[in-house]
C-alpha cells in the first residue's frame, strides 16, 4: 500500500482501514434513512407503491354493489405504502452485493485518507483521489461508522473497528479543524 505525502515539514494526520460489503451495505441503509435524497427516494417509492397497490386493489371491488367497494383499495393502496420502506432497507443488501458483482469495486478494499495542508488525499486498491476541505458536504458518525460525504450521495466509508492505522478521533478532529480553517 502506497503512502500519499505531498506536505512537507508538516505532520499529517492519516487512517488506513478496510472495507467490506457490509461496510457499503451500513453507508446506503445511514443514507437512505437521513439524508433528503434517501427520504426522497422512500416517499416516491411509497407514493408509487401505495398508487399500485390502490390499483391492484381496484378489480375484486368492481363486483360489489355499495360505496364501500373504495375502501378495499384504500386500504390496499395504504399497506403497500407502509410496507415500501422496510421493503427497501431489506433489499439494501442485495442491491450493493449486485452492484459490486457488476464491478462496483471502489468502496471495498484497503483505503487510506491522508489530511494534506489543502486537500484530503484518498488512496485505494482502485486509485486516488483529492477532494478539497471545502468541498466535502457532510461528516456523520454512527457507533460503528465515520461517514464522509463528498457528494451529497457518496462517502468515504470508514469501519471503526476496521482501522489498522492511525487513531479516528485525531483524525476526525483535525479534520473539523482543516473543513473550518477552509471555511474561514
Not at 468541498?135 to 482501522?163: C, G, M, N, W
Request: net charge positive; glycine share 8%.
Amino acid at each position: 500500500m502506497p503512502s500519499v505525502s505531498r506536505t512537507v515539514g508538516a505532520a499529517m494526520e492519516s487512517l488506513r482501514y478496510e472495507t467490506e460489503l457490509e461496510d457499503a451495505v451500513a453507508f446506503n441503509v445511514f443514507d437512505v434513512r437521513t439524508t433528503d435524497s434517501g427520504r426522497s427516494m422512500q416517499r416516491r417509492g411509497m407514493l408509487t407503491a401505495g398508487t399500485l397497490g390502490a390499483i391492484a386493489g381496484l378489480p375484486l371491488p368492481a363486483y360489489m354493489h355499495s360505496t364501500a367497494y373504495l375502501a378495499f383499495p384504500v386500504a390496499a393502496g395504504i399497506l403497500a405504502a407502509l410496507l415500501y420502506r422496510p421493503f427497501l432497507i431489506s433489499e439494501i443488501p442485495k442491491i450493493v452485493r449486485r452492484q459490486h458483482a457488476a464491478g462496483g469495486r471502489g468502496a471495498v478494499g484497503w483505503h487510506q485518507l491522508t489530511l494534506d495542508q489543502l486537500a484530503l488525499l484518498e488512496e485505494s486498491e482502485t486509485g486516488s483521489q483529492t477532494t478539497k476541505y471545502s468541498a466535502l458536504h457532510r461528516l456523520a458518525e454512527t457507533q460503528d461508522h465515520v461517514f464522509l460525504y463528498i457528494s451529497p450521495t457518496q462517502a468515504h466509508i470508514i469501519p471503526r473497528k476496521k482501522v489498522t492505522l492511525g487513531d479516528v478521533q485525531r483524525f476526525l478532529s483535525e479534520l473539523r479543524d482543516r473543513i473550518r480553517e477552509g471555511a474561514g
